[in-house]
């Protein structure tokens, strides 16, 4: 009959233990070694001999008491117990049963190594983690926060999973970048005002070297700009930035911005870099969505030939300021001729005529006051100003028109303690314009 030899041929790790009482013989407090096996042997680099009837408390001082809960659990309880941890004594992540035996009072381990699995559900749900925080950012950026409180927000919720000294949005053109939002931690000084219209040159020799695969990069130690960059790297070092992290942004493939971290704090626990990327992603979304916006709302408000507001935004502002409690100036203009121009020139030579009269209006009382009301005409709205400053500005604007120009206007001006009146305000400074023109064209050719 064969004999199986326990020693040599048990295929995992192997041994029977002792249980050594307290008094009351209510815990376990140590254990004897009674049998071990080679693969025992091999997985604690001892020999047979350094264990066997050797107290486990004297082959490992340091070890905790757990292991005598487990005994207790099967030598008294008679429970078979299964678990996994990680053990310093001999550098390895064990799964392990131990049983009840058939000799009172002694209990049995199995032991198997399992680095290679626990790394990868490590892995696993460090991954599992980051792909939760990843959500809850998306979630903040696409939530109903006006655009700037939403981009602070998720730069502060950032901020607590990565723990930087600072967070900020670096947004780039064709000319300049400049960063636009800014998160520091408590005692960091801002840096955002110095990181404002840097060179598309400085940009390109500074960061676009280790950004060519589009992916993010680490930079563990500034001192590799010194040669490169001394401009970036004198920045970064007197705001004492050791390293850094930075995950580029793209619109179709061209880049438009980073989000960067400075001195963050490296973690086992997330994928810091994927957060960023996968972050950076999301943050250069929202800033086309909002540039988007942004032109939209511009051309909806906003006169494609002069730049200044159109006859929507008009319409908007005057609702807006009908219930204020203030006085209003009221300038209303209109380009003498320009019949004349279109059909004797040219329709180009037109545009020139109202791109005049807009820069006109805009030196004298501000471009966001001047309004295109639609065709050649224009309205000023200019509220709360005094009755005198309007006056003053009159005589300014009248002095400038009265000037040696290829083109000309007539204006309308009124002033109005009342702005709630604006529509009647804005229907005579109409007719004053029109009187007005009236006036020029007894001396001028009247076609218009």
Known sequence: MYQVDDYKEIPVPYAVFELIYDREKKHVIDTRYVFVNARYCKMTHKEREQLLDQRFSSVYP??????????YQAGVLGKTVHDRVFEPAVGHWLDFTVAPVSKPDCVAYTFTEVDREQQLLE?????????????????????????????????????????????????????????????????????????????????????????????????????VLKESNPGSYQILEHFHVKRLIAAPFYQKGKLIGYLVADNYQESDAINTQRLMEMTSFFIGSKIINQRLMMRLEKMSRYDILTGVKNRNALIEDSRRLAVQKESLGVVYADVNNLKKINDE???????????????????????????????????????????????????????????????????????????GRINAIIHQADHLMYQNKAEYYMHHDRRH
């Open 123 to 223: 892995i696993e749900k460090r991954d599992h983690l980051t792909e939760q925080l990843i959500l809850r950012l998306s979630e903040i950026l696409s939530g109903e926060e006006e655009y700037s409180e939403s981009m602070n927000h998720v730069l502060h919720e950032l901020a607590g999973m990565i723990h930087p000294d600072r967070l900020y949005i670096i947004e780039t053109d064709e000319h300049a970048a400049r960063a636009s939002f800014e998160w520091c931690a408590s005692g960091i000084p801002p840096f955002i005002a110095d990181l404002q219209n840097i060179s598309q040159e400085s940009v390109q020799k500074g960061w676009r070297q280790f950004t060519r695969t589009r992916a993010s990069f680490i930079m563990p130690d500034i001192s």
């Open 345 to 419: 020139e040219s329709h180009e030579t037109g545009d020139q005529a109202i791109r005049f009269a807009a820069s006109l209006l805009s030196d004298a009382f501000g471009m966001e006051h001047v309004y295109r009301q639609g065709g050649d005409e224009f309205v000023v709205l200019l509220p709360g100003i005094s009755k005198d400053t309007f006056e003053a500005m009159q005589h300014h604007l009248l002095a400038k028109m009265a000037g040696d120009h290829d083109y000309f206007l007539a204006a309308g001006f009124l002033w109005d303690e009342d702005i």
């Open 62 to 71: 340091d070890v905790g008491g757990h292991w005598f809960d487990y005994c």
